[in-house]
């Protein structure tokens, strides 16, 4: 399984993935699950994925080497976000068939292309797809419930953008500690609004000093809470 999240604020975007693909006593794997399309100073989308992975991988190797042919449609010479989306949702169904129904996948994509805001969208294995909006200004795919509560409680289409990045990384913090199936390390972007700007990519590992930190610090923040808490008088 997996957990990835993204958010569409006023002044920019979060994206964040785990990497674990096969959760067990013998086998676990890794694969990176946030890809990033640029064409600099033109447009930066991002594509984040959930699913079956053998599903995924061809969505994304089909997408990457249509990019090497400007004769036909693909993600770097689409007009529009609509389109790419489009296009993504199109590639995706077209992989299902092929492969069988039962080999699913969903998958984020936000960016920005110039003469456009940003944009995010949710795109099912239908191929049909939702867009974010002021009033749901995030989604979230794979193991999803335990990263919500917190999503829900805290984020705002105005909250700033690193607040908004110390609350997806709480958001997977809570999924790692209560689903095996998710896992280290992560691949997480920030994404500034008219910058085109694909810089802000970190990877996480278990020895990442900030996110060990926060880490510790929501969970003793937690329990010093609950001990707060007035006695019961039910």
């Not at 993600?75 to 080999?103: C, W």
């Not at 992560?186 to 700007?197: G, N």
Request: net charge negative; charged share 20%; aromatic share 8%.
């Amino acid at each position: 399984m997996t957990y990835c999240v993204a958010m569409r604020l006023d002044r920019g975007m979060i994206f964040v993935s785990d990497s674990r693909t096969n959760a067990g006593v013998d086998h676990i794997s890794s694969f990176r699950k946030l890809q990033v399309f640029q064409t600099p100073g033109e447009r930066t989308l991002v594509l984040q994925s959930a699913g079956n992975l053998a599903t995924t991988q061809s969505v994304i190797s089909l997408l990457r080497r249509d990019c090497q042919d400007s004769e036909k449609p693909n993600l770097l010479n689409s007009a529009s976000l609509y389109d790419v989306v489009l296009l993504v949702g199109q590639t995706l169904r077209e992989v299902i068939k092929r492969d069988g129904e039962e080999f699913s996948g969903t998958l984020l994509l936000g960016g920005q292309i110039r003469g456009e805001e940003s944009r995010l969208f949710q795109i099912y294995s239908q191929g049909n797809f939702i867009e974010a909006s002021v009033d749901t200004p995030y989604f979230q795919i794979g193991e999803s419930k335990y990263g919500k509560p917190i999503i829900d409680r805290v984020l705002r289409y105005d909250t700033p953008l690193e607040q908004a990045m110390q609350c997806a990384l709480i958001s997977m913090d809570s999924t790692l500690a209560s689903n095996i199936s998710v896992g280290l390390p992560l691949d997480v972007m920030i994404y500034h609004c008219d910058s085109f700007d694909d810089s802000r990519q970190y990877h996480i590992t278990e020895s990442h000093p900030y996110f060990s930190q926060i880490r510790q610090l929501w969970s003793r923040g937690l329990h010093s809470v609950f001990t707060q808490l007035p006695p019961l008088t039910l």
